[in-house]
């Protein structure tokens, strides 16, 4: 039974520029979360997909946009790149519900220069 | 808003000497209590699932407890293969969850 996927696993992009990152869940998984984690610090939550609709969203700007695909595969995007998004994303897949324990796949590494 | 505090911020330990890792919550709700094991540059690794006070849970070496305001990963007899970051988060009415800086556990042989 695979696991959450992500890809790719590193990319470097330039101030400005757009990024799209990709997350495949657990099998069996409907819900889908994408986290944000800076060097040192533990995963900060970006939003959360079901049903091919973002349910919760945390603090982070509108250049952060996702979706969802009908086999609950998600992207994460991001616009206008700056210096201060270089980090690890991860993706965590669930089944929707508060007390679901969520999976994390490998990540993607980013770095903006 | 949910806070998630973990303590200490490092922890060296010698092979076979047992130690206890802190995490302090306040949550409105509380739906569940996670620990994650993170090794350097991976996504964090499922450990436990705590969802009420004084449950306690077992796995190898390690022992998660949970009470009111706070949750412990006992650590019993580490190898140098338990070096790692562990992380705690809380899920509170929503199913967000809300992570603490991670405690860096080193294990020299």
């Known amino acids: 039974d695979a696991g959450v996927t992500q890809s790719p696993t590193h990319l470097i992009k330039t101030r400005g520029q757009q990024v799209t990152l990709r997350c495949s869940p657990k099998s069996g998984h409907d819900t889908v979360s994408w986290y944000q984690q800076a060097l040192g610090q533990g995963p900060q939550f970006i939003f959360q997909y079901y049903e091919e609709e973002e349910r919760q969203r945390g603090n982070f700007p509108d250049r952060f946009s996702g979706h969802q695909f009908p086999n609950y595969s998600s992207e994460l995007n991001v616009n206008a790149l700056l210096l201060g998004d270089s980090a690890l994303y991860l993706c965590?897949?669930?089944?929707?519900?508060?007390?679901?324990?969520?999976?994390f796949g490998p990540g993607t590494r980013l770095t903006v220069l | 808003e949910d806070q998630v505090t973990q303590s200490p911020e490092a922890l060296r330990l010698q092979e076979g000497e047992s130690s206890s890792l802190n995490c302090s919550y306040t949550?409105?709700?509380?739906?569940?209590l996670f620990w994650y094991r993170q090794d350097p540059g991976k996504g964090p690794e499922f450990l436990f699932t705590l969802y009420s006070a004084g449950e306690e849970k077992e796995k190898e070496r390690l022992k998660a407890t949970l009470t009111k305001k706070e949750s412990f990963l006992h650590i019993t007899a580490p190898k140098p293969e338990d070096s790692a970051t562990y992380l705690c988060?809380?899920?509170?009415?929503?199913?967000?969850?809300?992570f603490g800086k991670g405690i860096t556990l080193s294990v020299r042989p």
């Open positions: 988060a809380v899920a509170g009415a929503n199913s967000k969850l809300t």
């Open positions: 965590a897949s669930s089944l929707w519900s508060v007390t679901d324990t969520q999976y």
């Open positions: 949550v409105s709700g509380l739906r569940g």
